[in-house]
């Protein structure tokens, strides 16, 4: 199944001053399945070897000696260097000074390509910062499957084409609307994990197939839990935050209901490893909604969502937050971090929350925009936005836009553009907003 990252993965290859690429994901969303499809596709002789399995090699690393790391690779593997080699150095965290090695291969080796991933690699960084070589690598940071890759890998390139060219105001028939919907609802169901979404597009009608697959990767996370802290025992509490963060996704945190009797600092300190673990995304709420969002995002309010909607059962509002949500955070591209940020204010007597605050860049002709965005998310074709209504009274933003169940629709509140898309069209908001003339 063909992954968009690719593209970007070929721009690292081929940029000048090269820097050794470090991957990073959750567990199961296809990071070493990437690398070798890259090198397949661009006949590269892949050098692979998984460090779990050569914990020796961390004292060889330690050396940081390019030479004698390479020749022992090779001893290790039976495979030697070629000019059309790519070194993909897998589970890297389990030999941390392979880290500090990377700076050297970039200086010493800079025609040798290589790329680094691990499966627990988010929790091993934080530990390894005294190392990490700042300035001499870069982070290669991937999602679940999205949408528009379902769509060309369920044969409806077509549908992926029409979505990629759709600019506001243009013609969208109910005959592509509900094709779109049929295939999105599929989306829902089987999520975007690459073993479930390739046993659905093999056999689709063998619902058994696809949720076992889900299955294994729900398993894999529980299994994942005793080895997230080399000491303490965290794993009792991580099943609890596990099972119970579902059922706030899309809503505030509250860390009293997620693992009742427990310290908070402690399930504080679980949450946290959930979403370093990248199995769990974090929304910050955003006061005043401006740029640079980063800058205005709360560290202590915020709501969450779950790496693929396919590994949860949600209501149906839900599923359709959950799905814009995965979209947006990877929305930037593989060389940007995910990030996700909401608005909220909390009344005395009322609270008022919009979905999402994004912001889209466009090219003016001249120079480079951008622009903060208010986003509002309904299940239903219709839906009341009092939310949206009272940010746009509050900031008066250009435009906002509104994703439901229904064809594409534009008013005016107040001085606002309100722009109304259906929830599908959620990956491809970058561009469609990006093409509006600033």
Request: aromatic residues 10%; charged residues 25%; neutral net charge.
């Amino acid at each position: 199944m063909h992954r968009f990252a690719l593209d970007s993965m070929a721009q690292w290859f081929t940029s000048k001053g090269r820097r050794p690429l470090v991957v990073r994901g959750a567990r199961q969303v296809g990071k070493s399945t990437l690398v070798r499809m890259f090198a397949d596709e661009n006949d590269l002789d892949l050098l692979e070897i998984n460090l779990e399995r050569h914990l020796y090699l961390d004292q060889v690393f330690e050396d940081l000696k390019p030479a004698t790391i390479l020749s022992r690779i090779e001893e290790a593997t039976g495979h030697h260097l070629t000019p059309r080699t790519l070194l993909f150095l897998d589970e890297i965290q389990a030999t941390p000074h392979a880290f500090g090695a990377l700076r050297y291969f970039y200086e010493d080796h800079p025609d040798l390509p290589v790329v680094a991933a691990g499966s627990l690699l988010e929790l091993a960084l934080p530990k390894i910062e005294f190392s990490m070589p700042v300035g001499r690598i870069e982070y290669f940071h991937l999602g679940a499957c999205t949408f528009p890759e379902f769509l060309v890998a369920a044969d409806a390139k077509e549908l992926h084409q029409r979505l990629t060219e759709y600019r506001v105001g243009d013609e969208w028939s109910e005959v592509l609307d509900r094709r779109c919907t049929q295939y999105y609802s599929d989306f829902l169901a089987v999520g975007g994990m690459p073993a479930a979404l390739a046993s659905f597009i093999d056999e689709p009608q063998n619902t058994a197939a696809w949720r076992q697959a889900q299955q294994r990767i729900i398993d894999t996370y529980q299994d994942d839990f005793a080895k997230y802290r080399s000491r303490g025992d965290w794993a009792a509490i991580l099943q609890q935050v596990y099972r119970r963060l579902p059922g706030q996704v899309g809503r505030k945190v509250k860390y009293t209901e997620l693992a009742p009797g427990e310290r908070v600092e402690k399930i504080h300190q679980a949450v946290d490893m959930l979403i370093a673990a990248r199995v769990v995304m974090r929304a910050s709420h955003v006061a005043p909604p401006t740029q640079p969002l980063a800058a205005h995002a709360s560290a202590k309010v915020f709501k969450t969502y779950w790496v693929d909607g396919g590994l949860v059962r949600l209501d149906p509002a839900m599923a359709a937050e959950q799905f814009v949500a995965q979209h947006l955070a990877y929305g930037a591209g593989p060389m940007i971090g995910p990030e996700l940020y909401y608005w909220l204010r909390e009344g005395k007597t009322e609270n008022a929350e919009v979905d999402f605050v994004i912001n889209i860049e466009a090219d003016s002709g001249t120079a480079r925009t951008s622009e903060v965005i208010p986003l509002e998310v309904k299940s239903g074709a219709t839906g009341k936005i009092r939310s949206l209504r009272l940010y746009i009274e509050k900031y008066k933003p250009r435009r906002a836009v509104r994703l439901h169940a229904g064809l594409p629709a534009q008013e005016k509140i107040l001085a606002t553009h309100l722009i109304t898309l259906p929830v599908y069209m959620a990956p491809y908001l970058n561009a469609i907003l990006g093409a509006l003339s600033t």
